[in-house]
């Protein structure tokens, strides 16, 4: 049996190490690093309806034990992305899970309805939580109501499981995580980036473009430990963890806190091979600790969540 | 496309915070053009993001690479104080470089450089020397004790210094260099890379010629096309953009907005 599967709605997982969405493109440049199909899943870059070329630069600040960014949703679109980019990665044995993001509820529900249907798709990410664009992303995930509507009309449509990436931008984390439970979400994804800022002393301006941006990377792994941990509690659909991990410990603390799976996102960018590191790190570091299997470390965080 | 832990040979300080390092490692049988970068890991812990550099001159026989580095912030002050004989964590050979196949022996081509964008000029003018060609550089700098070079750079061709005080060569840019009567701007190639404003004026001015290109510099993350934190705006009125990390460094003169 294998130490590290893990299965989820619509997800067979192999082991539970998955790049994050935005960090890993549609996994070309990847791909020439090493073996895809070694990975747990893939997030890919948000999808919109139409092609975005995003904000303007700089797109990237780095911060103390972490980064910024505001790239703004550049993608090729949904047309592009069924044509090349999820082909591309059909020839790798790894589901896909599609970030969907939009500006309108009827654009979430039209890539979800339509990119769900793509063979290797087998799980949706609504991303109802960017910082980096306005009008859309953020203020669907920070309303509880309109979380809800709009994750119950994206499940309707969506012939695989819909998992919701929740933002920490928002007092009660756990207020918007019943109410995309309660919309019929199959699991959350969490979190996506703290929005903060950097300035130039040379300027005396902002050094995002965009003036602000979403913060990410091992600065921000306390407050998705924390959040997952009060999410797992109150909800019974299961978690996707993300936010600052870098290395294997930082793994098994996440799915101890209540992840079933986790995210790697700008850790991708100190080591590109840091996925293939962690998933080989993976089976040492739990005989150390006395972990029989990641199935088994989930079972146990639940039964101590829930009674 | 590698990563690869390579040693540093040796490291000299050419002007102050200018560091001269070279590196040895498999990863160098991997570059094909001069202008690709490398994408080094900064030896810190609290500092996430590498640092692309410019690969300066190539020894495929040797294995080696050498980078020239300013020391000018936390990330790149840390890549410097590297000691010789230790590691660093390399991500490369990154981006397209300047191509050259199209220019033949006895052809005169302009190389165009402003301080810390001169290095990726220094293995494109070796290969270019040793195509045949002639070449013509010109090199703006702050100030008389802000030059390096030099000589590696006169043992391949003309060299024309400008720095903004005047203290060597001709006082002002690049620019008041290439207005200047006597000079020759005749040329069947021209390559540059500097700071924005140099990459700016080349970029404009020679946006009809047919071979010119520039390199340009932009904050990245993953510096292999992932994340589309570098992109620049092309010059074509579609609105989309191109990736300086994976499309570039180098761009043809008016292919994108500068």
């Known amino acids: ?307 | 496309m590698r990563v690869e832990t390579m040693k540093l040979i040796s490291k000299r300080e050419l002007i102050p915070s200018l560091y001269e390092l070279v590196c040895e490692g498999d990863l160098v049988s991997e570059i094909v053009m001069s202008g690709q970068f490398v994408d080094i890991k900064v030896p810190r812990a609290d500092l996430v993001l590498r640092r692309p550099i410019s690969i300066c001159s190539v020894d495929k026989e040797k294995k080696q690479m050498t980078l020239i580095i300013r020391a000018s912030g936390n990330g790149t002050q840390s890549i410097c104080e590297t000691k010789v004989g230790d590691s660093l964590d390399v991500l490369g050979p990154c981006g397209k470089g300047f191509p050259i196949d199209f220019l033949k022996k006895g052809q005169h081509v302009l190389l165009i450089g402003g301080g810390i964008g001169i290095p990726p000029l220094f293995e494109l003018a070796k290969q270019l020397s040793l195509n045949g060609l002639k070449l013509t550089f010109v090199f703006g700098f702050q100030s008389k004790n802000q030059i390096f070079y030099q000589n590696e750079f006169e043992a391949l061709g003309d060299v024309f210094i400008s720095t903004d005080d005047g203290s060597h060569g001709i006082k002002g840019s690049v620019e008041t260099i290439l207005n200047s009567d006597h000079f020759n701007e005749e040329a069947d190639a021209i390559y540059a890379c500097g700071p924005k404003g140099l990459n700016r004026m080349v970029n404009h001015r020679y946006s009809k010629h047919p071979h010119a290109y520039i390199s340009l510099e932009e904050r990245m993350a993953c510096g292999i096309g992932a994340c589309a934190a570098c992109v620049c705006d092309k010059d074509d009125r579609s609105g989309t953009n191109l990736k300086v990390c994976e499309d570039g460094p180098v761009f043809k003169c008016g292919e994108v907005i500068v």
């Open chain 1, 1 to 307: 049996m294998n130490r590290l599967a893990v299965k989820l709605p619509g997800l067979d997982l192999k082991n539970p190490i998955i790049p994050a969405s935005g960090c890993f493109g549609f996994g070309e440049a990847f791909s020439e690093l090493y073996d895809l199909s070694i990975l747990g899943a893939i997030m890919v870059k948000a999808t919109t309806l139409d092609a975005r070329s995003g904000n303007p630069t700089p797109r990237v600040a780095e911060t103390p034990s972490g980064m910024l960014n505001a790239i703004g949703l550049q993608n090729p679109g949904l047309e592009e992305v069924l044509k090349t980019k999820l082909p591309f990665l059909s020839q790798y044995d790894v589901p896909v899970i599609a970030n969907v993001a939009g500006f309108s509820e009827e654009e979430y529900v039209e890539v979800c309805r339509r990119i769900s249907k793509a063979p290797n798709v087998k799980a949706i990410e609504l991303n109802i939580s960017c910082p980096n664009v306005k009008h859309g992303g953020i203020t669907f995930g920070t309303d509880a109501d309109t979380a809800y509507r709009l994750t119950k009309a994206c499940k309707e449509v969506s012939s695989v499981p819909l998992y919701v990436k929740l933002s920490p931008n928002v007092t009660d984390i756990v207020e918007i995580a019943r109410a995309v439970e309660k919309g019929g979400a199959d699991g959350i994804t969490m979190i996506n980036t703290l929005i903060g800022m950097r300035l130039d002393l040379k300027t005396h301006k902002p050094i995002l473009a965009n003036t602000t941006g979403g913060l990410s990377g091992p600065a921000i792994l306390p407050v998705a430990l924390r959040m997952i941990y009060q999410v797992s509690h109150a909800v019974s659909i299961p978690i996707i963890g993300m936010g600052g991990i870098s290395c294997v410990d930082d793994v098994l603390e996440m799915i101890m806190a209540g992840a079933s799976a986790v995210a790697i996102g700008t850790a991708n960018f100190t080591d590109p091979m840091i996925c293939k590191k962690l998933i080989e790190q993976l089976p040492n570091r739990m005989d150390e600790l006395k972990i029989s299997s990641i199935s088994h470390l989930i079972e146990e965080t639940r039964k101590e969540a829930h009674g």
